[in-house]
């Protein structure tokens, strides 16, 4: 009866093992299927002609409101910041 017993107990430990590996798959194939693909270079690349844009537009108003508006080139600069920053609150 003991040995019976014993042997229950093993087959149940099995199981558990084997539906716990099922669930690890399951669960890693689950992951596989939501998690981005993430692109470096491609990234990478919007970064840099993103940045290059925001720095183009912030030249463009330097010089805008130094030949138009008279500004001295500090002033113009100080003003160009405030204009990104609320830019970039829209």
Not at 2 to 16: F, L, M, S, V
Not at 61 to 82: C, D, H, P, R
Request: aromatic share 8%; net charge negative; glycine share 8%.
């Amino acid at each position: 009866m003991g040995a019976e017993i014993e042997q229950g107990r093993e087959n149940r430990e099995k199981e558990t093992e084997y539906t716990m590996e099922l669930n690890k798959k399951a669960y890693d194939e689950y992951i596989k299927q939501i998690t981005p693909v993430n692109e470096l270079g491609s990234d990478m690349l919007h970064a840099f002609i993103t940045g290059g844009i925001i720095c183009a537009l912030g030249q463009a108003s330097v010089m805008l409101m130094m030949n138009y508006f008279g500004m001295e080139k500090e002033e113009a600069q100080t003003w160009m910041l405030i204009e990104l920053i609320l830019a970039s609150v829209c």
